[in-house]
């Protein structure tokens, strides 16, 4: 049960980071998102496929499930990148609305 419920949280935080993508007006801002998506998500398939024996084991980490202090900081600024653009966005969609 509790893999499952793993899997459907990652997932949704795929989606949401794709959806985010696709609203930003930036190209810059949008591949760098989509790219850091399929990196969270290319992690997840290596850490699960090797945990069900799917593909041999890379000894990659499990974004904030698993216990490396380094693995977790990188997940934590890549989900605080995303933000970011996020934010930055919005700022950018602001002034242009204060504009015309």
Same mark, same amino acid.
């Given at each position: 049960?509790?893999? !499952? ?22 190209? $810059? $801002? ?17 850490? !699960? ?6 593909? /041999? ?5 499990? /974004?904030? !499930? ?29 002034? $242009?609305?204060?504009? $015309?």
């Amino acid at each position: 049960f509790f893999s !499952i419920c793993l899997i459907l949280v990652c997932l949704s935080c795929f989606i949401s980071f794709m959806k985010l993508a696709i609203n930003f007006r930036n190209v $810059y $801002y949008r591949l760098i998102t989509v790219g850091l998506a399929v990196v969270y998500m290319f992690q997840i398939f290596l850490t !699960i496929g090797g945990g069900t024996r799917l593909i /041999p084991l890379t000894g990659v980490t499990l /974004p904030l !499930i698993s216990s490396g202090g380094s693995s977790i900081l990188t997940t934590i600024i890549l989900f605080s990148l995303i933000q970011g653009f996020n934010v930055l966005q919005a700022e950018e969609k602001e002034r $242009y609305e204060e504009e $015309y």
